[in-house]
Every structure is written in C-alpha cells, then in structure tokens.
DNA sequence: TTGAAAGCGCTAACAT
DNA sequence: ATGTTAGCGCTTTCAA
C-alpha cells in the first residue's frame, strides 16, 4: 500500500534507447554535445515507458528537495489565499513546489519556525508579515543560510531581499482622505500589535492627523487584532458614548466589516452618520454593503515577485535586492462627509 | 547560494556517539534492539551536532517522499482555508507535508490534474469536491495505485475511501424550514453545474417543494458558479420582475451573499420582503449583514479525517471506507415569514 | 560526443 | 544487541 513497486528508472530508459543512463541524463537535463539523433531516441524511450525521474534521487545529488515554504499567520481567509496565489503563480511550471506553514503565532513561535522548516526539508522560504519582521526568524534562517526573500517587511529595512510597499504613507493617504472629507472626529482601530505594520499604518494617520491640525485623541485610539470580530468591539466601544467619532479609520478590512456590522446594530448609519474605512482591498471589503473605502495592497504582486526573487537567489542568478509595489486609495460606499 | 555546504550526516553522528551509522538509524527511528545507554548516547551527539536526517537519502530508500497533495478549484476562500486547515491539523506532528495544488477548473484540466500529482511526486492525495467527483482524476489515479481518499463526494458512492455528508438531506432540510416559515414562491439559484453537488442539493430543494406541494417555476431556476457576482446577477434577474419570489434558497453562502447585496441595491429589504438562504456556514455567512441562514458543512472535520485516512492507507493500517459527518441547520437572520 | 565508475545519505537484509 | 554490506536512482567526475 502506498508503496510504488517497481517503478522504471532511468536504467529502463537507457536500455531500451539502447545508450547509457548518463546520455538519458544528459537529454533529460537539456545538456549539450548530444547528437540529436541520439535525443530523439531518448526521448522517444521516455515517452514510450511513461518515465519520470525519481526526485528524492535527483534532489539526494543535487542537494535540492525543490520545496518552498510559505509562513504565514493571518485571520483573513482572503488574504490567505491571495499569498498563496502570488506564489503559486510563479512556481507553475517550475520544478518548485509549494509547502504552506501556518503558524497560530509568529511571536509565540518565532524559535519553533526555523526548525519546522529544516524538518520540512525546504530549500528556501517566502515570508510574508508578519514572519518578516520577526528578528528571530531572520536571525535563525542567516545561521543556517536558509534561502529566504520577504513580503512587506516593516522592521529592519536593509536585511534581506524583500518586495515591498509603504504602509506608512498609504495610511496616510486614506487618512488624508477622511480629512479632506471634512471629519475631524476621527477614531483609529488598530491592529494586532505583535504586526509591525500596525506601528506603520499608525505613523501615517498621525502624520496626516497632525498635519491637518487634527488632535489625536487618545481614547479614540483602539486595540484590535486584524479579525472581524475585533473591529466590532472596538467598535462597540467607540459608538457607545455620547461624543462619538464621525470616522473610524479600521487597519484592516475585515476590522472596518465588523465596524460597519457593529454600526448597524447600534442604529448608526454608514456613511452618512459614520464613515469607515479599512485596509488590504481584500475580497470582503468588496462584497459586503456598503462596500469598504480602503487601500489596495498588492499581495498577489508582492509574493509573486518575492518567489521569483527566492528562485533567482537559489538558482545563484543576479537578482535586485528590492522591488516595490504600489498601494492605491480605493474610494467606495463607507465614507462620506461628516453629520451637518 | 541555496546549496547547503557540507551537511552533517548520519556518520558524523556515529562518529561521535561511537556506534555504528546503523545504530544512529535505529535509534531515529524508534527501532527495538538498542540498548539505552547506546540510545542516549547517540541522541545526545544528535543534539549536539544538530543533526537532521537528509529526507532525500530516507525518501530514496524507503520509496516515499512524505508529500501529501490537496487538489481543490474553489472561488470561495474561507472555503479553501477550511480545507486546508483540516489537512494540516491532521499532518502537524508527522513527517508527512501539505502540498497545495489549486486548478482553475477540474472539469477543464482533469487529464493534467494526475500528471500534475506524479510531477509534484507526492505520496497521496486528498480530493474535495469538485476533483473527488472527476471520474478521469479518479480512473487516472487508481492507474498509477496512487492512494487518495474523497471529501464530501457525491458521484460514484461507492469508489475509494471517503469521507462524505449528505447535500441533498441537508438542501431537503434548509428547503423546508423556509417552507415551514409559509412561503410559497420560492426560487433557487444553483451552483456551477460542473460540480457535482449542484445537482445533488438540487435534489434535496425538489424533494422537499414537492413534498409540500410547492410548485417548481422553472423560470425561477437560475444558473450561478458559487460565486459572489453569479449570485448577484443570478438575483438581479429574479428580482427585476413583477412577481418575484419571495424566497432565495442560493446553493453556497458566497451567492446568498450576493442575492442580499443586490436586494439591498434594488430597495427590497431582507428578510421582511424576501427571505435568503446559504450553504456551507463559511465564514462570510457569519460577518455580512443580515448573517445569513445556512447549513453548517463540516468541511475542517471531513478534510482532517480524510488526511487521517489517507495516512492510514499509505501506511498500510486498517481503516474504514467510509466516514460520515453530520450538517446542521443555522437559522440566523436572513429569513421570515413572507410579507402579509 | 558518449560512457564507466563513484558516491549523494540513508535503511533493509544479513551477519555477528 | 550491534555492525557490515549492498543498494535506492540519480548526477558528477573523469576517461575514452
């Protein structure tokens, strides 16, 4: 059971093209100084048996298992698997095949990650927030020189090859915005602050705040955690008194859905009585009513690009050490002036 | 770069340990026949030398590659998380990893789907619906002995090991209560027809009109693909009509969603002027508003057992043919009586 | 341009 | 209870 009997080897091959295993190799592997005839031959014997090479042996000399890992921890499905899209996209086709690791907390488990990568035997690894700001991992990975390129990265700026985009001035872009909208009242739903984009985001709504002369309010600033459920307490707690905000700015969509879920059950009215906004252009911002004025980040564009970036550095190809993507301010259904 | 240097390997923990690299084995494997001292000894040079065994050297020998695939097409990702977080529960903790292959269409790539699974070298695989209803994946598979278990199928009952629920008696149960509610005009929006479980839920919807004597309009049988724009179109043609229904049953959350988005646009108010129901209790059923009545699909628990049974397969244990997981209805906030 | 031999790191089979 | 030998299927020398 689930034990291949006999499978044909390269040796079948060579035998019945009637040449030796090495010259099977050699045309397998697209080397030169092989006479096309003889290519052909071999070829034809490939087909003929249904052969395919045997990757534990090719990876045992070769010293490659041509396993990439993805770590990720994230609460939203859509980001998941927007992630997991980017990478898949640049690795059909490749020999490279995709192991996904989710992990309950990157800050729990920063030392546990290392290790659960080398027992996954992976040859090298994506890393998305927030297992890309997490120094120990970094660390870790360089003492094993464990292939590595980073999404979105926030801490340590220099470390690295990485893809990325600034959380700091899309925030700020939304938040400006808001204000340009009229509102003044604004509150801030953070999120889960182990991410260091939290700590990013916040920076360019309190540029945007100040520059506009708007005073932060302290008790206007909530805790979440980037899940749905988070944003609707906060929620709960920002509208449940009397000097309510007329903005709430959510850093993630699905925090800004269970604003505007929390809203309607108070009887506020989004956008009219309340504007809102979220973060990521992730699937739900779309689709739920009203729809999220948010910011698109290009998660899809930047694990793509990261993975290509991991295979030139495995492959030993000249590769930059940065890319960029950039965000943009999505206007849609959640916001609107202020009340009067 | 990406080539590991010289690694340590299982000599060089002999060496150390003073045993022979077969001892070494024994002891990682858990073997009988060693004595203990031999065995702290050797675990201690383990640790000390941070040694981890080469997957390639084991998976040649013993003829594994310890890959686990999960094949899926599905628009929906909390859908797609579900599933995977079911095969990677079931995987933490073994050798075995999860290899992740999403297709844009089974029914359009069905012959690449088994080549494509021979090519990521994989072990087994598990099969959710549509793929687990793909007689081509199916006969293709069963050519090459590649071990597979079915979540949730609905063709050929009987073919493989399977872990299944019951579409057309949870669809008959969801059908019913909106008839016990006392509506009369009812519409259905389907799911994409290549999917087996369309038809299936189909069944149950017809079963339980006709059990109540509820005439089926064949004009308010509308084509959707489970996603969230097909369910708004799909609605947007149902509701744009004089005598429109006064109940949705859509086959998946995703367009139920859809059909109370486009409600909302089109001024008819849920659930006092129409009543909508889902399928699946995926996780936007729970966070849009009004949340959304459903049926739960034990999607994690099928997928987890389903892992579990593919493992035993592989391993040659004893195992069941088949499991069963139960649905369970969710009335939540989408449905009402019909107007007066 | 082709092939023979050696060995990647491990375990199965067979000693002892 | 422990060690020796012989591969697993492939690619990398190196020789022809």
Redesign the interface.
């Known amino acids: ?5 006999q499978s044909v080897t390269i040796m079948d091959v060579a035998r019945v093209a009637g040449v030796s295993s090495k010259t099977v190799s050699r045309v397998l592997n697209n080397e030169p100084h092989v006479k096309s005839a003889l290519r052909e031959r071999v070829m034809h014997a490939v087909t003929s048996l249904n052969y ?1 090479p ?4 090719q ?2 000399v070769r ?3 041509y ?1 990439i890992g993805l770590v990720y921890e994230n609460p939203s ?2 980001y ?2 927007e992630l ?2 980017g990478a ?1 996209e640049r690795l059909t086709g490749e ?1 490279y ?4 690791l ?1 992990t309950s907390s990157v800050e729990e488990n920063a030392e546990q990650i290392v290790p659960l990568l ?4 992976v ?2 690894v994506v890393l998305p927030p927030p297992a890309c700001d997490s120094r120990i991992v970094l660390e870790r990975l360089a003492a094993i ?1 464990m ?1 590595f390129t980073r999404v979105a990265p926030v801490l340590f700026p220099q470390i690295g090859p990485r893809v990325g985009m600034d959380d700091a001035s899309a925030a700020r872009e939304i938040a400006d915005y808001v204000i340009g909208l009229g509102h003044r009242d604004i509150a801030i739903i953070k999120g889960d602050p182990t991410h260091r984009s939290t700590s990013e985001r916040m920076r360019g709504y309190a540029a945007a705040l100040s520059a506009a002369d708007v005073r932060v309010r302290l008790d206007w600033i909530e805790d979440g955690l980037f899940t ?1 459920a988070s944003g609707q307490e906060a929620a709960r707690r920002l509208l449940d008194r009397p000097d309510r905000p007329t903005a709430i700015l959510a850093m993630n969509d ?1 925090m800004a ?2 604003v ?2 929390m809203a ?1 059950e108070m009887g506020i009215e989004v956008p009219t009585e309340l504007s809102v906004t979220g973060f990521d252009d992730s ?2 911002s779309r ?3 009203p729809r999220i004025t948010t910011v698109h980040q290009p998660v899809f564009e930047m694990t793509r690009d990261a993975t290509d970036l991991l295979l030139a ?4 190809r000249p590769h930059p050490e940065e890319l960029h993507h950039e965000h943009k301010l999505l206007i849609r259904q959640s916001t609107a002036p202020p009340p009067r």
Do not use: C, Y
């Not at 080398?118 to 035997?121: D, K, L, P, V």
């Open positions: 059971m689930g034990i291949k009997k395919h045997n990757v534990n042996a990876g045992l010293r490659r298992t396993l499905p859509s998941v698997v997991q899209r898949i020999r095949r995709l192991i996904v989710p080398r027992a996954a035997a040859d090298g020189h292939p749905f699905d859905v269970g505007t879920m309607r699937e739900i689709i739920t009513w550095i495995m492959d030993g």
